[in-house]
């Protein structure tokens, strides 16, 4: 553990980027898997499911296969592209730091910079998420407040 808390205050102390959203490198095996997962149930239902259903259902299955298909598709690519970091920490790097009182905020020694007081660190993406819930390895990204 303390060999961990080491190489991460060391990553952040190199002044390693925070990940922007899940489309920087590098792309996560479980990224890469989930898209292909994606895009390969559209080819298998089209080739080798659609052929199999009965001629009266199938416009109808096609329909409400596309629609989910495409909202599973719209609603990943939604979350990968998001940046769910702290407003704060944004501020901080354009040094337009918000006005507070001292007991609304706390500091992170990682990103160097005022958080809310409901954000939390990300190790994977180096940066801080407001609301954060957890690291996603599917989508490769954080989900928090914006996501």
Not at 30 to 48: D, E, L, M
Not at 88 to 112: M, Q, S
Request: hydrophobic share 40%; charged share 20%; proline share 4%.
């Amino acid at each position: 553990n303390f060999t961990l808390q080491l190489s991460l205050s060391k990553m952040a102390e190199d002044g390693s980027q925070r990940r922007k959203n899940a489309w920087q490198w590098p792309v996560g095996c479980r990224q890469t898997t989930s898209i292909i997962v994606v895009f390969g149930n559209a080819i298998a239902f089209r080739y080798f499911l659609f052929p199999l259903l009965p001629v009266d259902v199938r416009a109808v299955l096609n329909i409400l296969f596309t629609i989910s298909w495409l909202l599973t598709l719209a609603g990943g690519a939604w979350t990968m592209t998001l940046d769910p970091v702290d407003e704060w920490v944004v501020e901080t790097e354009r040094n337009t730091a918000p006005e507070t009182r001292e007991e609304d905020y706390l500091r992170c020694h990682y990103c160097k910079s005022m958080v809310q007081m409901e954000s939390k660190h990300c190790w994977d993406c180096n940066k801080c998420v407001s609301d954060f819930d957890h690291h996603c390895p599917w989508v490769n990204n954080c989900i928090g407040s914006a996501n």
